[in-house]
């Protein structure tokens, strides 16, 4: 399979991409769906911020560098990769404090209604925010199965919030339809993009989306903890109150007035002051992916995925795969159950095929094709294939659950 991977990666029109990341020698990376590479150009960036921007020219460089707009500015950079305009995207915190904002909000713009639906096993921080609410006594959660979630939307539903790729499985929700069977329902809907955004094709406005958070760390390559962007569609954006009024989420931020009046555009969903040196660093992986494009970007993860497969059966390895077959009812990413999916995990990482592992028993690997390459699949499937003929695995050091994997 080695010299058939060589033919793909000569004739692959991403491959001149790979050398924008920073990608180490010996890994092959397969968890770009959790934590995305480095790009190249992002220390020179986070440098020119440091030591001109902060350093020489300080508090000036909230207007000179133009700090004041980099949210909306990087927002709207982000918004053709998700189907959205460029007013209604903005960068701002994180996942989990942007779900708070923008479930507080449609919980306000269907007032009789508490009750916001979503299924078990959804991303924890999306089930515990709807459970913080619902603590406050403003919500119900509400769980159903993926099979039985449209017969839950009714008269109660006030929100559907749904993770568009499930983080466990790769598993795509149809957008249109569920968006569309919640507003048939009288609900508004939120979609978590987290592993969805500048991994896969997206249109929010498309589907009539009203709502959308994603992260920026995993496919956009933002860095470790890089802040988070929250989607309102324009239709809703006066009537979207959500409750963190910070200040910089004012219509006059430096007017200082005791009294709070929301931003009459999408920076109302600001809250606290922008990290800038986390938003300078998201906004360097945005234009990298935004100049690769989405759309060949999710073109090669698919056949990335299905080579990877294909190394696999060639090399006689019947793993139990929980994602879906058809690589267009999936993101960029492969799921298999192991009874043993732990130290398989930590075995190949010592071998350098860095991917992840997932509770109680999934072996998950994440396919960012901007940097990756049809040889590493061949390469990943052969460590794959001796970890577990070897009995390798079964070491000490492998089995013992650190605190963080």
């Not at 933002?222 to 004012?250: C, D, K, T």
């Not at 049809?374 to 577990?388: I, K, Q, S, T």
Request: proline residues 5%; glycine residues 10%; hydrophobic residues 40%.
């Amino acid at each position: 399979m080695i010299e058939r991977a060589r033919q793909l990666d000569a004739g692959d029109p991403l491959t001149q991409f790979r050398d924008r990341f920073d990608v180490p020698e010996g890994v092959i990376y397969l968890d770009g769906n959790s934590l995305g590479c480095l790009p190249i150009a992002t220390p020179a960036r986070l440098e020119q911020v440091v030591r001109e921007e902060w350093g020489r020219d300080l508090i000036r460089s909230w207007n000179s560098a133009g700090w004041i707009d980099l949210p909306t500015r990087v927002g709207a950079k982000i918004a053709p990769l998700i189907g959205a305009k460029a007013h209604e995207v903005i960068v701002a915190d994180s996942v989990s404090v942007n779900l708070f904002k923008l479930m507080s909000a449609a919980l306000a713009m269907r007032p009789g209604r508490k009750v916001i639906l979503s299924e078990p096993g959804n991303f924890p921080t999306d089930i515990y925010m709807i459970e913080g609410l619902e603590g406050q006594g403003l919500a119900e959660r509400r769980l159903a199965e993926r099979d039985k979630l449209l017969e839950a939307l009714d008269e109660d539903a006030a929100l559907l919030v749904l993770t568009h790729a499930h983080y466990k499985t790769g598993e795509l929700f149809d957008m249109a339809e569920l968006t569309r069977a919640a507003h048939d329902a009288g609900a508004l809907v939120l979609w978590d993009l987290s592993h969805s955004g500048g991994a896969l094709p997206v249109d929010l406005n498309g589907c009539n989306a009203d709502f959308a958070v994603g992260c920026g760390y995993k496919y956009l390559n933002g860095g470790p903890g890089a802040p988070a962007y929250a989607f309102v569609a324009e239709r809703h954006i006066e009537n979207s109150n959500q409750p963190l009024s910070g200040w910089m989420g004012h219509a006059k931020p430096f007017a200082f007035s005791d009294d709070y009046t929301p931003a009459p555009g999408i920076e109302r969903l600001l809250c606290g002051t922008p990290g800038i040196l986390g938003v300078a660093a998201l906004e360097v992986g945005v234009e990298l992916i935004a100049e690769i494009g989405v759309e060949q970007l999710y073109a090669k993860s698919q056949k990335l995925s299905e080579f990877f497969r294909q190394c696999l059966t060639e090399r006689g390895l019947e793993l139990d795969l929980v994602s879906p077959s058809e690589p267009s009812a999936r993101g960029s990413q492969l799921s298999f159950r192991h009874p043993e999916a732990y130290a398989i995990c930590q075995a190949l990482i010592a071998r350098g095929v860095i991917g992840d592992f997932r509770d109680p028993d999934i072996l998950r690997f994440g396919f960012a094709p901007a940097y990756l390459r049809f040889e590493d699949m061949a390469e990943a499937a052969r460590h794959l294939a001796e970890v577990l003929e070897s009995g390798e695995w079964q070491r000490d050091e492998f089995r013992e659950r650190a605190a963080v994997t």
